[in-house]
Every structure is written in C-alpha cells, then in structure tokens.
C-alpha cells in the first residue's frame, strides 16, 4: 500500500493538522514574548487565511450537496456559518491567553515593585530592581499591545468576512457569536 501523499499548497494551511497539539499556556510564556509571538501568529492563520478559507469551506459543502449530504440552506450561507463558528472560538482562545497573560506579567509587575520599594537606601539594590522593574514594564507594554493588535486583526477578518458572506448574521441564540458580531 502506498504512502499517503501530504497535503500540499492551500489544503495543507487550511486543513486541520493530523496531529492536533495542545499548547498550555503557562506564566512561563507569558513572560518569553518570543514564545508568545509565536503562539499568537500560530492562533492567527486562521485570520490571515480567511478568503482562501471562505473558497475552501464553500467549496467543501458544494461538494457535500452534490453528492446528496448537504444540511439545511444555502450552501454560501452554511459555509459562512461554518466560518464564522471557527472564527469565534478562535478570537476567544486568542482573547483568553492575552488576558491570561496580561494578568501574569501584572502581577510580576507588582512583585517587582515590592522588591524596589523593599530595596531600601542601598543604591546597588535599587539599581538593579530598577532595571528589572524597567524590563518587566516593557514586556507588560509588549502583552497590553496584543490587545489592539486583537481588534485589528478581528476587524480585518470580519471586514473579510462580510465581504464575502454579506447575508449572514449569527443565530440570535447563540450568545457567544452575537457577542464577538456585535463588538466587532
């Protein structure tokens, strides 16, 4: 039996993996901000791949419709549908570990306070906690960005999104996705 061929070109960005990882997010990356730029781009291909999505989810339920398993309305309309869940849950990963990490490196921020203002008159002690005192403010700097590069991003995409899916609005039902349509 021959080897399965790997997924080549856009279907290898747009599928899911084969061997889905699970990332625990830990004080830890929070505070290497290489690792949390990393993470954050990885949680954005969704983002930055959304019109090639948009023609690859649609593509899939024309498919699903001509072979008789289609669901209920519009194949457009169930591949926005189908977008739009993925986006959502996206976003709310993406939100959770940025505020996750916001309040980490918050409280180390407070710490380090602690140790300058524990330092006493020893100007060798106050230099040092200054200094990381400094470091740990621009890091702080660096997560509390994320939070606008977030609504950057989610307006881009759902401007995208609209674009292509102007007929579609999330089911008034589900909390969630009003939530992310309406603060959009």
């Given at each position: 039996m021959p080897p399965k061929q790997p997924q080549l070109g856009s279907l290898a960005i747009q599928a899911p993996s084969l061997t889905p990882k699970t990332v625990h997010v830990s004080p830890s990356t929070c505070h290497d901000i290489s690792a949390f730029k990393d993470l954050m781009n990885q949680y954005r291909k969704l983002d930055d791949t959304i019109n090639m999505r948009l023609n690859r989810t649609t593509a899939?339920?024309?498919?699903?419709?001509?072979?008789?398993?289609?669901g209920k309305g519009d194949v457009e309309e169930q591949a926005c549908a189908h977008v739009w869940k993925e986006l959502v849950a996206n976003w709310s990963r993406r939100t959770d570990i940025v505020h996750y990490c916001v309040g980490v490196v918050d409280s180390s921020l407070d710490e380090k306070r602690q140790i300058l203002q524990d330092a006493g008159d020893d100007a060798s002690a106050q230099r040092k906690a200054k200094g990381i005192l400094y470091a740990e403010e621009v890091k702080r700097n660096q997560i509390h960005n994320e939070l606008t590069v977030e609504n950057i991003i989610r307006k881009r995409t759902f401007d995208a999104f609209r674009s292509r899916c102007r007929y579609f609005e999330p089911p008034v039902s589900d909390t969630e996705a009003r939530k992310w349509w309406d603060a959009v």
């Open positions: 899939q339920y024309r498919d699903r419709e001509r072979e008789g398993l289609g």
